[in-house]
């Protein structure tokens, strides 16, 4: 069945032309506007247009995962390393995404692009989808004359981030479910459960033991009033919290808090490390500068508190010090193992190569602490829930032994 698909398209003098076409799929609808000789800026589905609009939410529905960054570099990678032109080939690749932020973009980068824009200064207007990395690495391989070899590098690096965030997810996906579950199973036994037994002990008569007397106490504080305004005190603390370490002080002392932890702690500060170790190599890779470098590593870091011992770094770097030496001065942040291969790599002019050993060093770990994390968590928290459950059972079920008496 044919589609509708509202377009926006340049003629051949410029012009901006609007309309609607009907096609198979977005791209049969594309190709027909080019064979019409048009140029799209733009090709929506209709239905899914007006959808949009009405449920239009800024930084999600317009949202770019790092994934998806990641697969269209490779892409670009490829067809730039096929002879096509940079033109040409983010003409196909918006024509293929599925995600149609992203295709918007593409389309706009093509056509500051083909307006002799360069490649890297067209990314660079869309700090959200092409962070400060990806254009400076674009740039150097712009000036190298290298850029398919640098998307490739870059799409390996986006890539190894991507899976970072996502082994990161996973580490606290688990927790989060099973806590979620233990909570909705603790409100339905209170809300529907315990009620019952409230409304029979009622009925018999005699004094409740302590436990149980407790655990109708909480039920009531459940199902008064009061639970809501304790609610919206809950929400109103974490809108605080979150814009607390948005301000430089708080994110700088909620990094550092995050490194104390004995196990998510490593496991952050491995996390940090890898990433730095990664985009270090690849931007020394592409020839960008040093100085530079650190800086950009500072801002990817994903940790304020490793940023700024590579800040102090680079000043270190700046004085004509060596990297090496630099780091070493913060070893509990930087840990030995990067400084000698970092001073190895400096001394064979191999720093890039080193780097890149350390970086998968550090994802192996990290995947190894996530999976001793997780199997350390679900035996955990298996019991912590039959616990809890069990012990809302056995208040629940005491005062049933004195009843029986009372009822003989």
């Keep these: ?41 733009s090709v929506t589905p209709k239905s899914s247009l007006s959808m949009k609009k009405e449920i239009h939410i800024p930084g999600l529905t317009d949202r770019v995962k790092l994934k998806e960054v990641a697969v269209v570099t490779r892409q670009l990678a490829t067809m730039v390393d096929s002879g096509l032109s940079v033109v040409r080939s983010l003409g196909i690749l918006a024509a293929q995404v599925e995600n149609p932020a992203l295709a918007k973009v593409l389309v706009e980068v093509r056509l500051d692009v083909e307006a002799g824009s360069a490649l890297s200064v067209a990314c660079a207007k869309h700090p959200k989808v092409f962070s400060h990395l990806f254009c400076t690495l674009v740039q150097a391989g712009e000036i190298g004359g290298n850029l398919d070899e640098v998307l490739g590098s870059l799409a390996e690096t986006i890539e190894k981030q991507a899976n970072l965030n996502r082994t990161i997810r996973s580490a606290m996906t688990y927790p989060s479910v099973v806590l979620g579950v233990m909570v909705i199973i603790f409100i339905a036994l209170l809300v529907f459960v315990v009620p019952v037994f409230k409304n029979l002990f009622a009925s018999l008569g005699g004094k409740l033991p302590f436990p149980t007397r407790v655990l109708l106490r909480v039920t009531s504080t459940v199902m008064s009033p009061w639970v809501f305004l304790i609610i919206l005190v809950l929400v109103a603390a974490i809108v605080l919290f979150r814009r607390w370490i948005n301000t430089p002080s708080g994110r700088t002392k909620w990094d550092r808090f995050k490194l104390r932890p004995p196990v998510f702690g490593q496991l952050f500060h491995k996390v940090a490390l890898a990433r730095v170790t990664s985009t270090l190599s690849s931007l020394i890779l592409s020839g960008v500068p040093i100085l530079e470098s650190l800086d950009i590593c500072a801002e990817t870091a994903g940790n304020r508190t490793v940023g700024d011992v590579l800040l102090k770094a680079k000043e270190g770097v700046r004085e004509g010090r060596p990297l090496a030496d630099t780091l070493r001065e913060n070893e509990p942040i930087i840990p030995v193992l990067v400084t000698q291969m970092v001073e190895v790599g400096e001394q064979t002019g191999a720093l890039d190569a080193m780097l890149r050993k350390v970086s998968q060093f550090y994802d192996i770990e990290v995947a190894s602490t996530v999976d001793n994390l997780t199997a350390l968590l679900e035996p955990l928290l298996t019991v912590v829930m039959g616990a809890g459950v069990g012990t809302m059972v056995i208040c629940l079920y005491l005062p049933m032994f004195d009843y029986i008496k009372l009822l003989q």
């Design 1 to 41: 069945m044919a589609l509708t698909f509202e377009y926006k398209v340049r003629d051949r003098s410029g012009g901006l032309v609007e309309g609607q076409l009907e096609g198979d799929s977005m791209a049969l609808v594309v190709k027909r506007l080019r064979e019409m000789g048009y140029m799209p800026i």
